[in-house]
């Protein structure tokens, strides 16, 4: 991970790109996120369509890596390490969502959990932070 945020903020120095706003680097993670999500457009494709589909694999690499740069990017002008913001989330995540809870009520055909338990986590979650 070092060597990744050294080569980016080396990439960043060296064409003077080290002083942006946080608020560009927000709006510029939302917009590779989009270009990664137009890969996907019109299609319901499942993990394994997906990866027999070269084309639509190398697009995905480079909409991915368009999102990674700029998120560390934005940790590397914050000043944020970017293995604690990620660890410090999963530990929130784990807590909330109890991996023995959410697996046994995963569906099996996506895996995604998006069953009434997790749900009813969700949405209270959501109630909670409404004013
Ligand atoms: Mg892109």
């Given at each position: 991970?070092?060597?990744?945020?050294s080569?980016?903020?080396?990439?960043?120095?060296?064409?003077?790109?080290?002083?942006?706003?946080?608020?560009?680097?927000?709006?510029?993670?939302?917009?590779e996120?989009?270009?990664?999500?137009?890969?996907?457009?019109w299609?319901?494709?499942?993990?394994?369509?997906?990866?027999?589909?070269?084309?639509?694999?190398?697009d995905?690499?480079?909409?991915?890596?368009?999102?990674?740069i700029?998120?560390?990017?934005?940790?590397?002008?914050?000043?944020?390490?970017?293995?604690?913001?990620?660890?410090?989330?999963?530990e929130?995540?784990?807590?909330?969502?109890?991996?023995?809870?959410?697996r046994?009520?995963?569906?099996?055909?996506?895996?995604?959990?998006a069953?009434?338990?997790y749900?009813?986590?969700?949405?209270?979650?959501?109630?909670?932070?409404?004013p």
């Amino acid at each position: 991970m070092k060597n990744i945020e050294s080569e980016i903020k080396r990439f960043l120095v060296e064409r003077g790109w080290d002083k942006l706003r946080p608020s560009d680097l927000a709006k510029s993670i939302s917009i590779e996120a989009a270009e990664l999500l137009e890969v996907f457009q019109w299609t319901s494709l499942d993990i394994e369509e997906t990866k027999r589909d070269a084309q639509r694999i190398e697009d995905i690499k480079k909409e991915l890596a368009d999102v990674f740069i700029y998120a560390i990017e934005m940790a590397i002008l914050l000043h944020l390490d970017v293995e604690k913001i990620v660890m410090a989330k999963l530990e929130q995540v784990r807590r909330k969502y109890p991996a023995e809870l959410m697996r046994k009520n995963a569906k099996e055909e996506s895996g995604s959990g998006a069953d009434p338990k997790y749900w009813k986590i969700k949405n209270s979650a959501r109630r909670s932070k409404k004013p």
